[in-house]
């Protein structure tokens, strides 16, 4: 008998320790968190558009040798500055030089050849059908002459256009092929770039227009301008490809730094939340919106900034819906919350 009783009691005492446990763990579910929320508005925003954009020099040129030849002679290395029409670099070819001789005497007999017959055929001394031939002949000796004057020279080897020498990497006797790129003249007295431009936006810009060039890698904002405006829409992106420029006076931006180039588009009424209102994980924007009690973890993406606010897009939200703005960490889609408005702080 006495241990029915104890059996008794002991399923009498875990059924009590059981049922207190389940009524801890439906208290911690029921457990509210208190935040602060703030409606969601339409404000009038400074648009600002913002891109990514790789650089480029003004203007870039590739120096080639055509028919190859024998480096004899470097005269500027990589980083100097060189003015157009002044020699780089120096090379010989036996092949090229005796083409250009060879081809220079056969030039000057065919010319004295064609000037006689011609003075003879203007007084009509002798046919057409004569004189045509010599004709021909001295045609056919100027252009071969010119086009071996062209090699000959070209290995002399001068800068095409002012700017800064680099890609020389030849020494004193490299052989060089045909079409080899002896150096580059950069001139980056202005720095360029393309970006894709929205469609929406295009009637708030014009040529001339102000904007900044951020490069991270020198750590500087310049000003700069609007430059170009393509009418034709990229058929891939949709977007419309704008050209800008900066003067590089501290020749500092490099051909082929990243920079982040900003745009004023003017002002616009548009959808915003409160800065801190908005987080990042894994890389995307998200808002917490408060419905009848829960809160819901919304992805938006951003636009404009003009703090304290910044623009929103999504569809998953509207006008009169209820951000939060303070008691974000700990929140989780679906967390139960009770709302102290910014409006209740004011």
């Not at 009038?44 to 650089?55: G, P, R």
């Not at 024998?70 to 120096?90: A, D, F, M, Q, R």
């Not at 419905?291 to 938006?300: P, Y």
């Amino acid at each position: 008998m006495k241990k029915i009783i104890l059996g008794l009691s002991l399923v009498s005492t875990i059924l009590f320790v059981g049922c207190g446990d389940k009524k801890v763990e439906n208290k911690i579910k029921e457990q509210v968190k208190y935040v602060t929320t703030e409606e969601i508005q339409n404000r009038e925003i400074s648009s600002i558009f913002k891109s990514d954009a790789v650089l480029e020099a003004h203007k870039i040129v590739d120096h080639k040798i055509e028919k190859g030849g024998t480096v004899v002679e470097i005269l500027k290395k990589n980083g100097e500055k060189v003015k157009k029409g002044e020699v780089v670099i120096k090379l010989e070819d036996t092949a090229t030089e005796e083409e250009y001789y060879s081809t220079k005497s056969l030039y000057k007999v065919a010319k004295n050849n064609y000037e006689k017959f011609k003075r003879l055929y203007d007084k009509k001394l002798i046919s057409y059908l004569e004189y045509v031939n010599y004709e021909n002949n001295y045609t056919t000796a100027k252009a071969n002459y010119e086009k071996a004057k062209d090699n000959y020279e070209d290995l002399i080897k001068k800068a095409e256009i002012d700017g800064t020498v680099g890609n020389l990497f030849s020494k004193v006797g490299d052989e060089l092929a045909s079409d080899s790129v002896l150096f580059t003249v950069v001139d980056d007295s202005v720095i360029e770039a393309y970006v894709g431009f929205p469609a929406e936006w295009l009637n708030q810009i014009k040529v001339d227009g102000e904007l900044e060039i951020k490069v991270p890698s020198v750590n500087k904002v310049y000003d700069g301008k609007i430059v170009e405006i393509n009418p034709i829409a990229d058929k891939v992106t949709k977007k419309y490809m704008i050209k800008v420029a900066m003067e590089n006076k501290d020749n500092l931006v490099k051909e082929g730094m990243y920079s982040y180039v900003t745009i004023p588009v003017g002002k616009n009424k548009v959808m915003t939340v409160p800065d801190e209102s908005i987080f990042i994980k894994d890389l995307l924007h998200y808002v917490y919106i408060v419905r009848d009690g829960v809160v819901k973890l919304i992805e938006v993406e951003t636009g404009s900034q003009n703090p304290p606010y910044t623009e929103i897009h999504s569809d998953k939200v509207k006008l009169g819906d209820r951000v939060v703005v303070k008691g974000i960490f700990g929140l989780e889609d679906g967390t139960k919350v009770k709302e102290n408005t910014t409006e209740d702080n004011k």
